[in-house]
C-alpha cells in the first residue's frame, strides 16, 4: 500500500517485495534457525539451571538479586525470552521464599536481564536482524550490545528491584510456594554451559578484530571462517548436541527437541520479512529519500531518529520484533547510511533495540505473561515492569549515544 501510494509501477512494487524478503532472510533465516536449536538444547540440558544456581552460591542470598540479573542476561543471548523467564523464575521465587523478601526483589532483576540480552546481545534474533538489515559486522553489535546491556542491566535490575521490593510486597504464589528444590546434583557444569554459550560470541568478536588488527592478518582467513555467524553457530550447535547426549538424551530425543524449537521462527521470520519489505519500497520509491531530508532539516542524529521511531512502533504496535523490523527498515533506506562506520551503525543497532524495548504495556505479550507469572495485578505490572522495560531501553540508548560521539 505504501509503495500504491507513492506512485510506484506495480512493476517496481513487485521487485521491491522479493529483493526485500530475499536479501533480508538470506542474512537471517539460518543464524534464527541454528540459535533456536542451540538455546532448546542448552534449556533441556539444564544449562540455565546451571548457571542460575551457580551464581546464586557465588553471590550470596544477600547478592542473589544481581546473579538473576547477570544470569538472566546470559540466558537470554541462546534462549528465548519466554523459555528463559518460565525455567528461572522459580529460583526468583524460592529465594524469595526463603530470604522472606517481596518476589519482586529478585524477579525484576530477572526480567532485566533476560529483556537486555533479548533485546541487545546476539545471536538472539532482535539484534541480528536488525544488524542484517544494516549491513553491519555482528562483532560491532555484540561489543557494543555488551556495554549497553550490561548499564541497562544494573540500573533496571538490582537497583529497580531493590525500589520495588520495598514499594510491593508480593507474596510467592501458592502455585509454586510448594515446588521442590532444584537437584543440583543432576545439572551439567557451569564452566561447560559459560564455555559454549560463548563459542560463538568469542568467535564472531575474533573475526571482527582480525579486520582491523594487521598483527593477526596471519590468522585473519581462519576466525574470517569460524567468525562467520552462521559457522560460529553451527559449531555451538555442535557443542549443545555433545552436551546433551552427554546428559542423556538419545539423538532421536535431541532430533524432536530441535525440531519442536522451531516452531516459532516461523512468525519471526515472517515479521522480518516485511520489515526487508518496507525498507526497499522505501528505497526504490524515493521515499528513503524524504524521510532522510525531513530529517536532516531536523538536526537529529541518525542514532536518535532510530531510537524514537523504533519507540513510536513499540508503543503503538506492542511487539518489539515488529518495531526493530519497522525501525531497522526505515533507517536502512536512509540516504547516506552505508558511508556510516561500523561503530556508528551498531550503535544504531543499539538505540533500536532500546526503543523496542521501552513502554511494554496492555499489547505486548510479555506484559501479561509476566502479570500471570508473578501473581500482580495490571496496576502493579505497569508500576513495575513497564518501568523496568523503560529503564532497560532507555539506559542503553544513553550508553549507545554516549558510545556514539566516538564512532
Same mark, same amino acid.
Given at each position: 500500500?505504501?509503495?500504491?501510494?507513492?506512485?510506484?509501477?506495480?512493476?517496481?512494487?513487485?521487485?521491491?517485495?522479493?529483493? &526485500?524478503?530475499?536479501?533480508?532472510?538470506?542474512?537471517?533465516?539460518?543464524?534464527?534457525?541454528?540459535?533456536? #536449536?542451540? $538455546?532448546?538444547?542448552?534449556? =533441556?540440558?539444564?544449562?540455565?539451571?546451571?548457571?542460575?544456581?551457580? #551464581?546464586?552460591?557465588?553471590?550470596?542470598?544477600?547478592?542473589?538479586?544481581?546473579?538473576?540479573?547477570?544470569?538472566?542476561?546470559?540466558?537470554?543471548?541462546?534462549?528465548?525470552?519466554?523459555? $528463559?523467564?518460565?525455567?528461572?523464575?522459580?529460583?526468583?521465587?524460592?529465594?524469595?521464599?526463603?530470604?522472606?523478601?517481596?518476589?519482586?526483589?529478585?524477579?525484576? !532483576?530477572?526480567?532485566?536481564?533476560?529483556?537486555?540480552?533479548? /533485546?541487545?546481545?546476539?545471536?538472539?534474533?532482535?539484534?541480528?536482524?536488525?544488524?542484517?538489515?544494516?549491513?553491519?559486522?555482528?562483532?560491532?553489535?555484540?561489543?557494543? %550490545?555488551?556495554?549497553? &546491556?550490561? +548499564?541497562?542491566?544494573?540500573?533496571?535490575? !538490582?537497583?529497580? %528491584?531493590?525500589?520495588?521490593?520495598?514499594?510491593?510486597?508480593?507474596?510467592?504464589?501458592?502455585?509454586?510456594?510448594?515446588?521442590?528444590?532444584?537437584?543440583?546434583?543432576?545439572?551439567?557444569?557451569?564452566?561447560?554451559?559459560? %564455555?559454549?554459550?560463548?563459542?560463538?560470541?568469542?568467535?564472531?568478536?575474533?573475526?571482527?578484530?582480525?579486520?582491523?588488527?594487521?598483527?593477526?592478518?596471519?590468522?585473519?582467513?581462519?576466525?574470517?571462517?569460524?567468525?562467520?555467524? +552462521?559457522?560460529?553457530?553451527?559449531?555451538?550447535?555442535? @557443542?549443545?548436541?555433545?552436551?546433551?547426549?552427554?546428559?542423556?538424551?538419545?539423538?532421536?530425543?535431541?532430533?524432536?527437541?530441535?525440531?519442536? *524449537?522451531?516452531?516459532?521462527? $516461523?512468525?519471526?521470520?515472517?515479521?522480518?520479512?516485511? %520489515?526487508?519489505?518496507?525498507?526497499?519500497?522505501?528505497?526504490?520509491?524515493?521515499?528513503?529519500?524524504?524521510?532522510?531530508?525531513?530529517? /536532516?532539516?531536523?538536526?537529529?542524529?541518525?542514532?536518535?531518529?532510530?531510537?524514537?521511531?523504533?519507540?513510536?512502533?513499540?508503543? *503503538?504496535?506492542?511487539?518489539?520484533?515488529?518495531?526493530?523490523? #519497522?525501525?531497522?527498515?526505515? =533507517? @536502512? @533506506?536512509?540516504?547516506?547510511?552505508?558511508?556510516?562506520?561500523?561503530?556508528?551503525? /551498531?550503535?544504531?543497532?543499539?538505540?533500536?533495540?532500546?526503543?523496542?524495548?521501552?513502554?511494554?504495556?496492555?499489547?505486548?505479550? &510479555?506484559?501479561?505473561?509476566?502479570?500471570?507469572?508473578?501473581?500482580?495485578?495490571?496496576?502493579?505490572?505497569?508500576?513495575?515492569?513497564?518501568?523496568?522495560?523503560?529503564?532497560?531501553?532507555?539506559?542503553?540508548?544513553?550508553?549507545?549515544?554516549?558510545?556514539?560521539?566516538? /564512532?
Amino acid at each position: 500500500s505504501i509503495g500504491l501510494l507513492a506512485g510506484m509501477p506495480t512493476k517496481d512494487i513487485i521487485a521491491a517485495v522479493n529483493d &526485500g524478503i530475499g536479501n533480508t532472510l538470506k542474512g537471517i533465516a539460518l543464524l534464527v534457525g541454528l540459535g533456536s #536449536m542451540f $538455546g532448546a538444547i542448552l534449556e =533441556v540440558s539444564g544449562g540455565a539451571q546451571t548457571i542460575a544456581v551457580t #551464581m546464586v552460591k557465588k553471590f550470596g542470598d544477600e547478592k542473589a538479586a544481581w546473579a538473576l540479573g547477570i544470569t538472566g542476561l546470559v540466558i537470554a543471548m541462546p534462549v528465548f525470552f519466554d523459555a $528463559g523467564l518460565i525455567i528461572l523464575i522459580p529460583l526468583a521465587f524460592s529465594l524469595a521464599k526463603k530470604t522472606k523478601r517481596s518476589s519482586l526483589h529478585y524477579v525484576i !532483576p530477572l526480567l532485566a536481564g533476560l529483556a537486555v540480552g533479548h /533485546a541487545f546481545i546476539p545471536p538472539t534474533p532482535g539484534p541480528v536482524l536488525v544488524a542484517t538489515m544494516l549491513n553491519v559486522d555482528l562483532g560491532w553489535v555484540i561489543l557494543v %550490545g555488551i556495554f549497553c &546491556g550490561i +548499564f541497562a542491566m544494573i540500573v533496571a535490575g !538490582p537497583v529497580w %528491584g531493590s525500589i520495588c521490593g520495598k514499594k510491593f510486597y508480593v507474596p510467592v504464589p501458592e502455585s509454586v510456594a510448594n515446588q521442590e528444590e532444584i537437584d543440583e546434583s543432576k545439572l551439567p557444569s557451569f564452566g561447560l554451559i559459560v %564455555g559454549i554459550i560463548l563459542i560463538p560470541l568469542v568467535l564472531i568478536i575474533l573475526d571482527s578484530i582480525c579486520g582491523v588488527v594487521p598483527a593477526l592478518a596471519g590468522v585473519a582467513p581462519i576466525f574470517e571462517f569460524l567468525g562467520e555467524p +552462521f559457522v560460529a553457530l553451527l559449531i555451538a550447535t555442535l @557443542a549443545a548436541i555433545g552436551l546433551g547426549l552427554r546428559h542423556g538424551y538419545t539423538m532421536k530425543e535431541l532430533e524432536k527437541v530441535m525440531t519442536k *524449537s522451531l516452531e516459532p521462527t $516461523g512468525l519471526i521470520l515472517l515479521v522480518t520479512a516485511c %520489515g526487508g519489505v518496507l525498507r526497499y519500497v522505501l528505497q526504490y520509491s524515493g521515499l528513503g529519500d524524504v524521510i532522510g531530508n525531513a530529517v /536532516a532539516s531536523m538536526n537529529l542524529p541518525i542514532v536518535v531518529l532510530a531510537f524514537i521511531i523504533a519507540v513510536l512502533v513499540r508503543i *503503538s504496535v506492542g511487539s518489539a520484533t515488529v518495531a526493530m523490523t #519497522m525501525a531497522a527498515g526505515i =533507517v @536502512a @533506506a536512509l540516504p547516506g547510511i552505508s558511508e556510516l562506520s561500523p561503530l556508528y551503525l /551498531a550503535c544504531t543497532v543499539a538505540a533500536v533495540a532500546g526503543g523496542s524495548t521501552v513502554c511494554s504495556h496492555f499489547n505486548d505479550s &510479555g506484559f501479561w505473561l509476566v502479570r500471570s507469572l508473578v501473581g500482580i495485578d495490571e496496576k502493579t505490572t505497569l508500576k513495575t515492569w513497564t518501568i523496568m522495560e523503560t529503564l532497560v531501553g532507555g539506559t542503553g540508548f544513553i550508553v549507545a549515544l554516549i558510545i556514539s560521539f566516538f /564512532a
